[in-house]
C-alpha cells in the first residue's frame, strides 16, 4: 500500500488546557492528508463539482495513541482503500516527525453523490478515470 505524506507544525492555538493537541484537531489533520493526496489526481471538491458529483463523508474514526504538542513536527500518512461500492474509504496515520511514534490513525469513509444528492452505484466517464488513477497509485 503507497501512502503520501504531508508535514504539519502543531500550533500553540492547537493545543487543550493539559498541553495536548485537541482531539478535533485530528479530523482536521485528516483532511490535510486527503486533501494532499486527492489534488494530485484532480479530484479536489470543487474539481468533483465540476464533474457533476459530491463525496459526503459518512464515517469517521480516530484511534489516539499518543499526545502531541505545541511545536511538534508531524507527518500525515494517507492512502485509499480499493473501493467496493461508490464510495472513498480514506486510511490516515498520524507520526511524530522526529522518531515516526504512532500519535493517532483513523479512517473517512465518503459516499459519492451527483450534485443533486442523488446516489450512485457504479463509477463512469471522467470520475470512473480519475478515482481508477488513484486507486491504482495507492495499491
Known sequence: MQWIETEEVVRFNEVDEWGMAWYGHYMAWFEVGRLSLLRRFDLLPKQMVYLGYIAPVISLRCDFKSPAGSGDRIVIRTTVVKPEVAALTFKFEILLKE???????????????????????????????????????CL
Open 99 to 137: 522518531n515516526r511514534t504512532l500519535l493517532a490513525h483513523g479512517e473517512t469513509t465518503q459516499v459519492l453523490l451527483t450534485t443533486n444528492k442523488k446516489m450512485i452505484y457504479r463509477l463512469t466517464g471522467e470520475l470512473e478515470k480519475r478515482i481508477s488513477n488513484l486507486v491504482n497509485y
